[in-house]
């Protein structure tokens, strides 16, 4: 049973540029955040999808966007790509919106803006 | 004021310690709280949920303080493989939302 699956793994773009990071959540989940992690920091929250919706968002400006798809997986939308949006981006999903059994997280796309 | 807070340490214990971590959050009306282990580079795993009662998983007790805010994870004869970081989780809305919000992360180091 694959668990939460990310891509690409890494990506390196240039300020100014638009990125898509793509998620397929756990079988059997049908929520997916999405977290921002800057070096030595915890994960921060930028944004919740379930049933094809954008349910929670964290403080994160509009350049930040989401998608979720009938089959539960998800993008993530970056525009005018900043040197400080440099990170390791975490899908994370879960059967019941994270409530009771938490998220299981994706590996993570590392992205560097140069 | 963050939503979470951890001391980061690091915190350098020989093998077959006991530490513990604490973590102090600032939504009272926060319903569902986890730990988590992040190891380099790696994703974080959940470790356990926290409940009320407190609950033991092997070498590992969480506890609960609603009224102090505070939420603590103790590991008892620790192992080298226990090296990591501790992430304290908990949920940011009001009710039970999904919308986790995670501490700084507390770093561990089990020497030889």
């Known amino acids: 049973d694959a668990g939460v699956t990310q891509s690409p793994t890494h990506l390196i773009k240039t300020r100014g540029q638009q990125v898509t990071l793509r998620c397929s959540p756990k079988?059997?989940?049908?929520?997916v955040s999405w977290y921002q992690q800057a070096l030595g920091q915890g994960p921060q929250f930028i944004f919740q999808?379930?049933?094809?919706?954008?349910?929670q968002r964290g403080n994160f400006p509009d350049r930040f966007s989401g998608h979720q798809f009938p089959n539960y997986s998800s993008e993530l939308n970056v525009n005018a790509l900043l040197l400080g949006d440099s990170a390791l981006y975490l899908c994370?999903?879960?059967?019941?919106?994270?409530?009771?059994?938490?998220?299981?997280f994706g590996s993570g796309t590392r992205l560097t803006v140069v | 004021r963050k939503e979470v807070e951890q001391d980061p340490g690091p915190f350098n214990v020989p093998e077959g310690a006991t530490v513990a971590f604490n973590c102090t959050y600032s939504?009272?009306?926060?319903?569902?709280f986890f730990w988590y282990r992040q190891d380099c580079r790696k994703e974080p795993k959940l470790l356990m949920s926290?409940?009320?009662s407190g609950n033991e998983d092997g070498r590992f007790t969480a506890q609960l303080n609603r009224a102090s805010q505070y939420i603590s994870l103790l590991i008892r004869d620790s192992k080298l493989s226990d090296s990591a970081t501790y992430l304290c989780?908990?949920?940011?809305?009001?009710?039970?939302?999904?919308?986790?919000?995670f501490g700084q992360g507390t770093t561990l180091q089990v020497k030889p």
């Open positions: 994370a999903s879960s059967p019941d919106r994270g409530v009771s059994y938490g998220y299981t």
């Open positions: 079988s059997g989940h049908d929520t």
């Open positions: 999808y379930y049933e094809e919706e954008e349910r």
């Open positions: 939504n009272s009306a926060s319903q569902s």
């Open positions: 926290v409940y009320s």
């Open positions: 989780v908990v949920n940011g809305g009001s009710g039970n939302t999904g919308k986790l919000i």
